[in-house]
């Protein structure tokens, strides 16, 4: 599996940017998909993520602001970003847990985009 974010760039507080995460196939049998951001200094977190069953779950400092969406036919998913805040100044990060099976044994297997950077100017 291989994902390829863009969208990222600078913006002024207040504003909006939507980021695109290209999968090289079909997102429909991931187990998770979703979004994460690091900033300078600081520890990768969890931003949005779309699990199976159709399960959404945001960090509580975007809730309400961001939303994660897919398009199947693309193989995309999407982090639309409003009423951005320097504090969401950040990289972003694409990643896909797949499940894979041998024997009786499962495994989750991670893959992980390049990144995109979101700078959010006060």
């Not at 390829?4 to 049998?29: D, I, K, M, P």
């Not at 998770?32 to 199976?52: F, H, M, T």
Request: glycine share 12%.
């Amino acid at each position: 599996v291989q994902l390829q974010a863009s969208g990222g760039g600078l913006v002024q507080a207040g504003g909006s940017l939507r980021l695109s995460c290209a999968a090289s196939e079909s997102t429909f049998h991931f187990k998770d998909i979703g979004w994460y951001r690091q900033a300078p200094g600081k520890q990768r977190e969890l931003v949005a993520n779309l699990g199976s069953g159709g399960r959404v779950d945001y960090s509580a400092s975007v809730a309400g602001r961001f939303a994660i969406s897919r398009d199947n036919a693309k193989n995309t998913v999407y982090l639309q970003m409003n009423s951005l805040k320097p504090e969401d100044t950040a990289v972003y990060y694409c990643k896909a847990v797949v499940e894979s099976h041998k024997g009786w044994t499962r495994y989750n297997n991670d893959y992980w985009g390049q990144g995109t950077q979101v700078t959010v100017s006060s």
